[in-house]
């Protein structure tokens, strides 16, 4: 049996044509859902990306499940966008990742196969001020604002490493689901509400006090403390346009698992 090795031009004319036949297939199924609607509705624009396609194990990846490739998948990001835009390609594996900021123009394709493992470290999740809202959030696993031009395609799944985050009631669980989360860490409050740490449970109340303080002396370091309680979405886009997700598997999300605020088609 051989091995058939695809080169770098071979996989810019696949991921081209896969491209096409997407955009045409995208194109009729937006065509499906606008025929006799009993309202005026705008048509739709579906993103189209240059045919450029980068690798993040070119920048440095490693799909071991145990090696940080926030940096590296950052940087085929930062590279491809730099560069006019393009399809960034997560290839088959499991990859242990910080938060991923998308870039206009950016196609975010994960293979089948491909396993993108969101970090349990909450300080790998940083406090951060929306650029366009002016609130302070922790940073979701997926996150773009005001871009024009994004998608997440392909066959692959993330996992928000939500367990870490959620808290959960005793009734929701079989005991030994509930012994299990005990067992693990955490703690339970006066309600019998399991937290996955004390920060969580208190983090609300922590809040209250940055409320009382001057809004213009506030920062994101502030916030730290209540990071825990301030879960995170699973994908967050603000005031974006052309927004296109399609295929992947979005899992074990933090919070809500699809939060596009402000967006247009």
């Avoid at 999740?125 to 609130?135: A, H, L, Q, R, W």
């Avoid at 692959?156 to 079989?174: A, E, H, L």
């Avoid at 603000?238 to 088609?265: A, E, H, I, M, R």
């Amino acid at each position: 049996m051989k091995t058939i090795i695809l080169r770098p031009v071979a996989a810019v004319i696949i991921l081209t044509l896969w491209n096409a036949m997407a955009a045409a297939q995208n194109d009729n199924e937006i065509k499906r859902h606008l025929e006799g609607l009993p309202f005026a509705m705008p048509e739709m624009n579906v993103p189209v990306f240059p045919d450029r396609v980068v690798n993040i194990v070119d920048f440095g990846a490693t799909g071991d499940g145990q090696t940080m490739n926030t940096e590296a998948i950052n940087k085929a990001i930062d590279d491809c966008a730099a560069k006019g835009g393009g399809t960034v390609v997560i290839p088959a594996g499991l990859w242990l990742t910080g938060p991923i900021s998308m870039k206009s123009n950016i196609n975010l394709h994960a293979e089948k196969g491909a396993i993108v493992l969101f970090s349990r470290n909450h300080a790998d999740y940083p406090v951060i001020k929306n650029p366009v809202k002016g609130s302070f959030e922790v940073a979701s696993p997926i996150s773009g604002y005001g871009l024009t031009n994004i998608a997440i395609t392909g066959e692959g799944i993330f996992d928000g490493s939500g367990d870490t985050w959620r808290p959960v009631k005793k009734d929701k669980t079989t005991e030994g689901q509930w012994k299990e989360l005990l067992a693990s860490g955490g703690v339970v409050d006066k309600s019998g509400l399991y937290w996955p740490t004390r920060e969580a449970m208190e983090g609300q109340k922590y809040l209250e006090t940055i409320k009382k303080k001057d809004k213009k002396t506030v920062t994101a370091q502030d916030f730290e403390p209540a990071r825990d309680f301030l879960r995170p979405y699973m994908v967050m886009f603000f005031k974006c346009n052309n927004v296109l997700l399609d295929g992947p598997t979005f899992q074990n999300s933090p919070k809500f698992v699809l939060y596009p605020s402000y967006c247009q088609d």
